[in-house]
């Protein structure tokens, strides 16, 4: 009896964490810009409405990314994802980008829960660091 209930609870703890695939199987899809905070010291947030730019992140399900504002493909290439462990024992999940036109990467880290989507350069809560917000279409 006592094996069965260790095997149970152990069964029921896999089954409440989330794997780093099954995380990131949530992404493919299309995010629309919703807000952004420039600076996490200030209490200015840019919007779509503010600015008249309307932007679609655009990820599939074979690591190709787009990014659509006011209808025009303004970036296109490839993404990959990793959940580094932070010197805080802190995991969070990063995104590299590689833009096809340049080959630039651009490293940033992101979250996401159910159909919200944020990016910002430090989830450590550093002052100068800004947040983007997406959700999902």
Excluded at 67 to 73: E, K, P, S
Excluded at 111 to 118: F, I, Q, R
Aim: charged residues 20%; contains cysteine; glycine residues 8%.
């Amino acid at each position: 009896m006592r094996i069965i209930a260790i095997l149970l609870l152990a069964a029921l703890s896999a089954g409440c964490t989330k794997s780093k695939n099954e995380f990131d199987s949530n992404l493919p899809g299309t995010w629309e810009w919703t807000s952004e905070v420039p600076n996490m010291a200030s209490s200015a947030i840019i919007t779509p409405q503010s600015t008249g730019i309307v932007e679609f992140l655009i990820f599939d399900s074979k690591n190709h990314f787009e990014i659509i504002r006011n209808g025009v493909t303004a970036q296109e290439g490839t993404y990959s994802v990793s959940a580094p462990q932070r010197n805080n024992n802190l995991t969070v999940r990063q995104i590299i980008f590689r833009a096809s036109s340049s080959g630039t990467d651009n490293t940033t880290f992101y979250y996401l829960e159910d159909a919200k989507l944020s990016f910002s350069r430090d989830y450590g809560g550093g002052l100068g660091s800004s947040m983007r917000f997406y959700e999902r279409r």
